[in-house]
């Protein structure tokens, strides 16, 4: 059934629909979102082994033959994304259960985090660019309101600045539309991606690739268009900061990723050159903010950058091999950023402050926590039995084999910085004396803690199963590496 | 005429580039509603202003215009006004909780409330 393919967006919209009408009662909303959040799973799961057995999915929406109407696309990468997406938003649900508060709750928290999961799976999903652009504003959209839910100070400030940014680069996005639209005149991705290449290699080409470079480099979070993600992942509350820092900025490197892959190859010296340098610095400007802050939520927001930077030089690079390594360490990264930061959240809960300076001796009252954040900081910077490290050594040794040694070379000193930055964590906070805390009485953290251990766990078995997860995420790689697949599965001829 | 309304468009989006970058937050609200009438114009533009009827099929005319980008258009206007609404209204909430509309004075350090 191609139908399947359209599960994982109407299941979160049509839950956040339901959710709007039950408002007030919290019970019955917190019921609804856990039946709907792990439906969406279960029709991921499906999809997913649909997509391993028969290939790329297509579905052709009302029935118009492909460069006509919006066709959905779901091939290995999407899926695996959606996937991911769906697993973390449930961890999240059940975080949020316990953390976000009556109040936020009452005002339409679970319906803004349905539409956002909605928003972040139709981006991964479509197949057509002015899609890809209503999706994202779906999903920017509800992070406006889960980011500026609850109303603080600090929250309205951010907010404010986040809106500005995102409106801005959306304004580009649509003049990107409008520009290629002009010189390729249609707007199905498989559509486009045929004629730039019957055009063969043009000027205006370039300049629409190094704008939508601009575009997904703001959403996200590409070197000198970083600037705004730090102050606005400092503001909302934990598992609010999960979602964003696990999905958001993963969003815009899919969509670099699919754009450079599918469109953009006829000059692939200047693009994916630029972008190769793009992301190397995008490396060296998140690894110096990791190490600079003493605050544990900065410490890993920053590593968001340095992780864009990784996934990035692995498209840059644009082999096989180097392309495998981006989507493994892509959702590598999606569920370790989801797991550390609902960790911080439940560290700054029970310390009472984000200040490393004044944290210590943690592990004697939360054994559980220490060691979960010490096996999560380890996957992150990429030890070998777990997650981080397959992704990572493709697109370290793809990087070499092109003759890039020194883009190779900052990729792993990296992990290293990104080590030191979440054991200064871990050192600081767990190990030494305990200090007086605000709560004197121990916080009930056991409830809490089931979010991240799930995750942990997650990235711990896609480190250990590296052997069989490779076939499936190679296969993925070829539809990226190979657009002819894409094409001819989308145009049917 | 597409070349008239590209400097009409490059003028637009000088005035929403200059206005963004001021201080005062009403002005750069403004400014990014002028920014989305210049990307708006721009997408009627690059979609070509050949002469032709308008895209109804009762006009029985020979050509017609392309209704593509209108599409578009209305999408992206909708979608712009919801959030200027949006933005308008955290405008109002940030004035009324912090008493100010200055940028400069909206810097705050690390998580201070």
Known sequence: ???????????????????????????????????????????????????????????????????????????????????????IAFVCLLYSFR??????????????????????????????????????????????????????????????KYLLVNIISSGLFVMGVAYLYSVVGTLNMAHISLRLHE??????????????????????????????????????????????????????????????????????GYTHGLLEILAIFTIILGAIGAIAYSDVKKIIIYNIIVAVGVILFGVATFTPESLTGSVFYLIHDMIIKAALFLLIGIIIKVAGTSNLKEMGGLIHRYPGLGWTFFIAALALSGIPPLSGFMGKILIVRAGIDAGNYWGSGIVLLSSLFVLFSVMKIFINGFWGEARE????????????????????????????????LYPIISTAAETLSNPEIYINAVLKE | ?????????????????????????????????????????????????????????????????????????????????????????????????????????MRGKEGNE
């Open chain 1, 1 to 87: 059934m191609n139908s399947l393919i359209t599960l994982p967006l109407l299941i979160p919209f049509f839950t956040a629909i339901i959710l709007v009408f039950f408002a007030k009662n919290i019970p019955v909303q917190r019921w609804i979102s856990t039946i709907g959040s792990i439906s969406t799973i279960i029709a991921a799961v499906f999809l997913a082994i649909t997509v391993y057995t028969d290939g790329i999915q297509t579905m052709n929406l009302g029935n118009w033959e492909a460069p006509f109407g919006i066709t959905l696309v779901s091939d290995m990468t999407s899926i695996l994304l959606v996937l991911t997406t769906s697993l």
């Open chain 1, 99 to 160: 953390s976000i508060g009556k109040e936020r709750e009452e005002f339409y928290y679970y319906p803004s985090f349905f539409f956002l999961v909605l928003g972040v799976n139709g981006a991964f999903t479509t197949g057509d660019i002015f899609n890809l652009f209503v999706f994202f504003e779906v999903m920017l959209m509800a992070s406006y309101v889960l980011l500026v839910l609850g109303g603080t100070k600090i929250q309205l400030r951010e907010t404010i």
């Open chain 1, 199 to 268: 055009m063969g290699q043009s000027g205006i080409v370039t300049v629409i690739a190094v704008l939508f470079l601009i575009v997904f480099g703001i959403k996200g979070a590409l070197f000198p268009l970083y600037f705004w993600l730090p102050g606005a992942y400092y503001a909302p509350p934990a598992p609010v900061m999960a979602m964003f820092g696990a999905l958001l900025t993963k969003v815009g490197i899919y969509s670099i990723a699919r754009t450079y892959t599918l469109f953009f190859t006829q000059d692939v």
């Open chain 1, 437 to 468: 805390y605000k709560q004197q009485e121990k916080v009930p953290v056991k409830w809490l803690l089931t979010a991240p251990v799930i995750l942990t766990i997650c990235a711990v078995l896609y480190g250990l199963g590296t052997e069989a």
């Open chain 2, 1 to 105: 005429m597409e070349i008239l309304m590209s400097f009409l468009i490059g003028i637009i989006f000088m005035s929403a580039t200059y206005l963004m970058l001021s201080k005062s937050l009403l002005r750069i609200i403004v400014g990014t509603g002028l920014l989305s009438h210049g990307v708006h114009l721009l997408l009627l533009t690059m979609g070509g202003l050949k002469k032709g009827a308008a895209p109804l099929l009762g006009q029985h005319a020979e050509a017609y215009t392309d209704p593509l980008p209108q599409a578009l258009i209305l999408t992206a206007i909708v979608i712009a006004f919801g959030i200027t609404a949006l933005f308008l209204v955290v405008a109002y909430r940030t004035y009324q909780e912090l008493g100010s509309d200055n940028m400069e004075l």
